[in-house]
Nanobody
Framework: QVQLVESGGGLVQAGGSLRLSCAHS?????MGWFRQAPGKEGEFVAG????????KYADSVKGRFTISRNNAKNTVYLQMNSLKPEDTAIYYC?????????????????WGQGTQVTVSS
């Protein structure tokens, strides 16, 4: 059974940092983080291959966010620094099974329940 459980969200002031975690059931797939803000479409944030050797970022977070994984702990992380109010959203981790394009949500058949990140100005 596929399980993804996100944690680490919360309220932080602009310029602050948070680290999100996504615990999974020992899956050997690439994984991604997405986010959805109120009234907006969901968007790809970051992705990482099973080995961790390849990562991908949305332009909006490049240089501020870092995705990593610890396969021994079955966990994927998203370190978020220099947070901005526009980063406020529900953040989801997801398993990527299809295609070479990181961005389409349809490439991710399994999703966690999400964790709220709120950045105050």
């Amino acid at each position: 059974q596929v399980q993804l459980v996100e944690s680490g969200g919360g309220l932080v002031q602009a310029g602050g940092s948070l680290r999100l975690s996504c615990a999974h059931s020992g899956l050997t797939f690439s994984m991604g983080w997405f986010r959805q803000a109120p009234g907006k479409e969901g968007e790809f944030v970051a992705g990482i291959t099973w080995s961790g050797g390849t990562t991908k970022y949305a332009d909006s977070v490049k240089g501020r966010f870092t995705i990593s994984r610890n396969n021994a702990k079955n966990t994927v992380y998203l370190q978020m620094n220099s947070l901005k109010p526009e980063d406020t959203a529900i953040y989801y981790c997801a398993i990527k099974t299809g295609g070479s394009n990181w961005f389409p949500p349809l490439s991710y058949p399994y999703w966690g329940q999400g964790t709220q990140v709120t950045v105050s100005s």
